[in-house]
C-alpha cells in the first residue's frame, strides 16, 4: 500500500484541522506537524520540542508530531485518520481492481460469443491469458473421449510441449492435463527429463478446463525465465479457464447437433435415394409430394400418360442356357441399359418385371418413342458385345399405348404399394405381344401416335386394325423402324412406298392386288418379317376364301 501523504489531510476542504486545533485547545497541547521530508504541515505555536512521536502507514513513515508530552494524543488522533485514509485507499484499490476484473471478464466473454468453433475458442482464450499473465508460449489441451487422448487446439509461440509423449505417459497426463486443479508449477524437472517441455522453459503455470466438474483439459502457460508467478495469475487464468471451459461445451454441444443433424440429413438422403429406385420419384411428384415420407395410403391421380411395356423374345430359351446367377447377371446388365434411356426422355420405369419392363411416360408420347427407338439402337450395341462373348443375340418387342392411368397407393397400414391401375397398361402390354405376331420391333397404338405433334419424325408403318382379346372396339397400330438395324432399316425405308400400296389393297380386300405387291416387297428384302406376314394372311384368303364378316381387323384370340 502506498504511503499516505499527511499535507492531502491538511487541505482546505478537509475536517482536520479544525479538530485538531478543537482538541489542541481542550488538552492544553502546544505541537507542529511535519512530513517525512520534515516540512512543517502545521503549528499552533511554537513547541518546545521536547517530545516526538512519529506517524505510520503500515510501517512506513508519514511524517511527525513534536511537542509537549501532550502532544501524543495528537499523534494517536492523527495515526487514526492515517489509518482510516490508508483502509479507504485500499479499498477503493481493491474496487478498481474488482470493476477491472469483472471488465476483463465481460470482454472476453464478449469475444467467446462471437465464435462456436472450440479450436477458436481456445485461439482467443489463450491469447487474452497471455496479454494478461507474462509468458513465452501456450498451449490448450483438450481431452478426446473418444480416443482417450488429449489434443493441442492452440498454441502460442514456439512449440514447448510434447502432445504424444504425455499420452504416453498416463500418470503425467492426469496429474497436468487432466488433474482438475490450476496450479503454479515450480519444480518442472521431471517433466523436462521426460521430454515432455523442452529444456528452455523454467516456469509453468496451468488452469483446468472443466465444466460440471467433468475435466476437459488444461490451459498452459510457459516462461523461458524463472518467474515467481502469483496468486493473481493464478485467479486470472482460473476465470479465463473456467469462462472458456462453458464456451468450448456449448462449441462441442453445437458441432455434434450439427454433426447429428447432418448425419440424419445424409441418411435421410440415402433414404430418399434408396426409395426412389423402388418408388420413382415421377411416381411420387405425380401423387403431389416431394418425398416418399409424404405419401399415404389411398393417395391417387389420373393422367394421360403413354405406357411403354418391352420384353425379352425367347427368354426361356436364353435362360436355359444360363446358370441362375448368370441368368440373373444378364437380366441386370439388361435393365441397367434401358433404364438411363428412358429417363433421359423424361419417362420412369414403374416396374422391373423379370425380363420385362413397364415404363411411364407422363409427357408426350414422342418421348416414349424416341426412348423405344433409342432403346433398339443400344440393344445393336449391346449384341455386338454379346456375339464378341460368342453369346446368342437378344430381340425384344415394345409396345407402346397412351391413355387415362390411376397412379396411387394401395395395401394396408401395415404394407404400403405403389400401383398403377388402368386399362392403358393392359393394352400397352398386349401390343408388346403383338410385336411377336407381326414380327416387329416397336408396334404404338393410334391413340398414342395422335400425341405426337411432328410424327414425321419417325418412320412408321400402319400394320391396320387389331381387336385384342377381351376388348370390343378394335385399336389401329403401327410399326415403327426407325431404331432397326442399319440395313433393315434401308430396305424398309425403299420399299415404304410399296408397303403402304399393299396395306391399301389389303385392308379393300383386293388381295391379289396386295399379293403382287407385298410379293415385291419380300423380293427386295427378304428380311422384312412383317410384310412377309401379310403376304402369308394374303396367299391364305386367296386359297381358302376370305371369311363373310372380314373387315381388316385382325382379331387376336390369346393375350
Known sequence: MARINL????????????????????????????????????????????????????????????????????????????????EKKKLGKEILSLYQELNLIFNFSEKLAQTIEPAAIARITLNQASHLIRSDNGVVLLWDESSKQIEAVA???????????????????????????????????????????????????????????????????????????????????????????????????YEKNIREAREKEEAMRRIYEATNRFVPFEFI???????????????QVEKIVTVLFSDIR???????????????????????????VIGRHHGFINQYLGDAIMAIFPGNAADALQAAVEIQKALQQFNV??????????????????GPLIMGIIGDRERLDAATISDTVNTASRLESLTKYYKAGIIISEAALQQIEEPENFHLRYLGQVQLKGKQAAIGIHECFSGNEPHDFKHKLESLPAFKVGMKYYLDRSFEKAGNTFQ???????ADLTANFFLNNVNRYLQQGVPENWNGVEEMLNK
Open 155 to 253: 498454441s502460442l509461440g514456439e512449440s514447448f510441449f510434447s502432445q504424444e509423449k504425455i499420452n504416453k505417459d498416463i500418470s503425467l497426463l492426469l496429474k497436468i492435463a487432466l488433474s482438475g486443479q490450476s496450479e503454479i508449477t515450480h519444480d518442472i524437472a521431471i517433466l523436462t527429463e521426460e521430454g515432455i517441455i523442452s529444456d528452455n522453459v523454467k516456469s509453468i503455470i496451468y488452469g483446468a478446463l472443466k465444466v460440471n466438474h467433468r475435466i476437459m483439459g488444461a490451459i498452459i502457460l510457459a516462461s523461458h525465465e524463472k518467474l515467481q508467478y502469483s496468486a493473481a495469475d493464478l485467479k486470472l487464468l482460473t476465470t479465463l479457464a473456467l469462462q472458456s471451459s462453458s464456451a468450448i461445451e456449448s462449441a462441442m454441444l
Open 285 to 299: 411428384k405425380s401423387l403431389g409430394h416431394h418425398r416418399i415420407t409424404d405419401v399415404k395410403l389411398g393417395d
Open 7 to 86: 499535507k492531502s489531510i491538511f487541505n482546505k476542504k478537509s475536517d482536520v484541522l479544525p479538530l485538531l486545533i478543537s482538541l489542541s485547545a481542550q488538552i492544553h497541547t502546544r505541537f507542529m506537524v511535519t512530513d517525512e521530508n520534515r516540512n512543517i504541515l502545521y503549528t499552533n505555536d511554537p513547541p518546545l520540542p521536547t517530545h516526538e512521536f512519529l506517524l505510520t502507514t503500515e510501517g512506513e513513515t508519514s511524517g511527525w508530531v513534536q511537542g509537549d508530552e501532550k502532544s501524543v494524543f495528537i499523534a494517536d488522533f492523527l495515526n487514526h485518520l492515517i489509518q482510516k485514509e490508508s
Open 314 to 340: 425367347d427368354f426361356t430359351t436364353l435362360s436355359e442356357r444360363m446358370t441362375p446367377s448368370e441368368n440373373f447377371s444378364f437380366v441386370q446388365s439388361f435393365s441397367e441399359m434401358m433404364g438411363p
Open 385 to 402: 458385345k454379346r456375339k464378341s462373348e460368342n453369346l446368342l443375340p437378344v430381340q425384344i418387342g415394345l409396345g407402346l399405348h397412351t
Open 520 to 526: 415385291k416387297v419380300v423380293e427386295s428384302n427378304p
